[in-house]
């Protein structure tokens, strides 16, 4: 089973930016497609994005298409969440996760692993 820890979380003001980073351990991260979840204070959690294991797909809540950006560089075992023009209500705990599943798959059906989340809040 893959271990899964984030960083990067914090305070921003709205309109500014963070990037998250998703480090995985144990089995070989390449092996997996992985994603981001979020979930907001008194909301259920709910898909972000996911990226292919070879990185070169992507697929976003549509939501979110244009000011998020996953991608993963499986030489390191990492994979990023670049968040811009960030907004209060992008407030929310964020969660990665790896699936053996297809990517295009991940916004339907249970990952395989989770990380403890790191909380992102973003002030007016």
């Known amino acids: 089973q893959v271990q899964l820890v984030e960083s990067g979380g914090g305070l921003v003001q709205a309109g500014g930016s963070l990037r998250l980073s998703c480090a995985a351990s144990?089995?070989?991260?390449?092996?997996?497609?992985s994603g981001w979840f979020r979930q907001a204070p008194g909301k259920e959690r709910e898909f972000v994005g996911a990226?292919?294991?070879?990185?070169?797909?992507?697929y976003y809540a549509e939501s979110l298409k244009g000011r998020f950006t996953i991608s993963r560089d499986n030489a390191k075992n990492t994979m990023y969440l670049q968040m811009n023009s960030l907004k209060p209500e992008d407030t929310a705990v964020y969660y990665c996760?790896?699936?053996?599943?297809?990517?295009?798959?991940?916004?339907?059906?249970?990952?395989?692993?989770w990380g403890q989340g790191t909380l992102v809040t973003v002030s007016s």
């Open positions: 996760a790896a699936s053996k599943k297809s990517a295009t798959m991940m916004s339907s059906n249970a990952p395989d692993a």
């Open positions: 144990g089995r070989t991260f390449s092996y997996y497609a």
């Open positions: 990226i292919s294991w070879s990185g070169s797909s992507t």
